[in-house]
């Protein structure tokens, strides 16, 4: 089974700076014949159910801000928030979706 | 636009079953798996495993294999979660997601609990 780990657990930061989320995951979620990353990123904050944010893991997802990218290859994945946003505060997680059984990473808490 | 949207809230004693639905509308059903995540209090998400609407076909996670059952009903466009043999540690609430690829829509979730 694929292992997805998310660094830090929780991360504190200002209004309008810059906070970032690593996912490793503990093989590769290249897929060969697109060529594309298996790998997902989902903002769920409280009482709400996950939303997608980004996809093939670089991809925003339709109406996504564009300050949230996503960025990495292979096995090491990070999600970026160019400039924090109070509405930003939720928890984050990391999914691969290259093989199954479907993981998620345990999440990450951002706050301000 | 697509939209998922669960049935309510449950509260069970250990050692009973329960039935979660879910009804799909706003995109052709037959041509989207549907998964089950659940969420335990202040806990992270847990793939339970999907169903197909094209064939009925499912795949749970090993975890769950010997208690979970996922059906549907085409007329209504509508997937079930069945869980038995409930314990304590089965509170949680339950989401389904649409498969593509990735999960781009989530149900609302319905809040189980197993207590007695």
């Known amino acids: 089974d694929i292992v997805m780990t998310q660094s830090p657990d929780s991360l504190a930061v200002s209004l309008g700076e810059r906070a970032t989320i690593s996912c490793k995951s503990s093989?590769?979620?290249?897929?060969?014949?697109?060529?594309?990353?298996?790998l997902a990123w989902y903002q769920q904050k409280p009482g709400q159910p996950p939303k997608l944010l980004i996809y093939?893991?670089?991809t925003r997802y339709s109406g996504v801000p564009d300050r949230f990218s996503g960025s990495g290859s292979g096995t090491d994945f990070s999600l970026t928030i160019s400039s924090l946003q109070a509405e930003d505060v939720a928890v984050y997680y990391c999914?691969?979706?290259?093989?199954?059984?479907?993981?998620f990473g345990q999440g990450t808490k951002v706050e301000i | 636009q697509g939209q998922l949207v669960q049935s309510g809230a449950e509260v069970k004693k250990p050692g009973s079953s329960v039935r979660v639905s879910c009804k799909a509308s706003?995109?052709?059903?037959?041509?989207?798996?549907i998964h089950w995540v659940r969420q335990a209090p202040g806990q992270g998400l847990e793939w339970m495993g999907w169903?197909?609407?094209?064939?009925?076909?499912?795949n749970y996670a090993q975890k769950f294999q010997d208690r979970v059952t996922m059906t549907l009903d085409t007329s209504i466009t509508t997937v079930y979660l069945d869980l038995n043999r409930l314990i304590s540690d089965d509170t949680a609430i339950y989401y389904c997601?649409?498969?593509?690829?990735?999960?781009?829509?989530w149900g609302q979730g319905t809040p189980v609990t197993a207590s007695s």
């Open positions: 093989q590769s979620v290249l897929y060969a014949p697109n060529n594309k990353n298996l």
């Open positions: 706003g995109f052709p059903f037959a041509e989207y798996r």
């Open positions: 999914q691969q979706y290259y093989d199954f059984p479907r993981a």
């Open positions: 093939w893991a670089s």
């Open positions: 997601a649409r498969e593509n690829w990735f999960f781009d829509y």
């Open positions: 169903i197909s609407p094209n064939d009925g076909g499912t």
